[in-house]
């Protein structure tokens, strides 16, 4: 599978995801967690920030080259007596699947969660590691 490098200056999909977060939820409290994906030579890394959520409660997956994130923020109390101005702090289930950009060893991916910020890295299989070819030359 081919991914197309994220460029800052062009990013479509931003207009079309505030477009749909304009519409009401209807009653449905589940959101996807924005994620930064790079890669290094020997590994694929993904960072989202999960702020209050319980780290233990979230189930992370590799399968064909696709990670998925997925678990649930609760909020500890709902005060109706706030006159909120803005309220844009999500909460409920979360799902988040990604196309990994080179092929992975699924069964030694690790992750942490430090600060409010879940850190994902995947070893990259040989086959997708960059090889490197000695010319020899001939006299």
């Not at 709902?78 to 992975?104: C, I, M, Q, T, W």
């Amino acid at each position: 599978m081919s991914l197309i490098k994220w460029t800052p200056m062009l990013d479509p999909f931003n207009e079309m995801d505030r477009f749909f977060d304009s519409f009401p939820s209807q009653g449905l409290s589940s959101f996807a967690p924005a994620v930064d994906v790079w890669e290094d030579e020997n590994n694929v890394y993904v960072e989202t920030p999960l702020p209050g959520v319980d780290p233990e409660k979230v189930n992370i997956s590799v399968e064909n080259d696709v990670l998925t994130i997925e678990g649930s923020a609760e909020k500890k109390s709902e005060v109706d007596e706030k006159n909120y101005y803005r309220k844009e702090v999500k909460y409920g289930s979360f799902h988040r699947a990604v196309a990994l950009p080179s092929a992975v060893k699924a069964d030694e991916a690790k992750a942490e969660y430090a600060a409010g910020v879940l850190k994902i890295s995947v070893p990259k299989e040989e086959r997708a590691k960059p090889k490197k070819v000695k010319v020899v030359v001939k006299k």
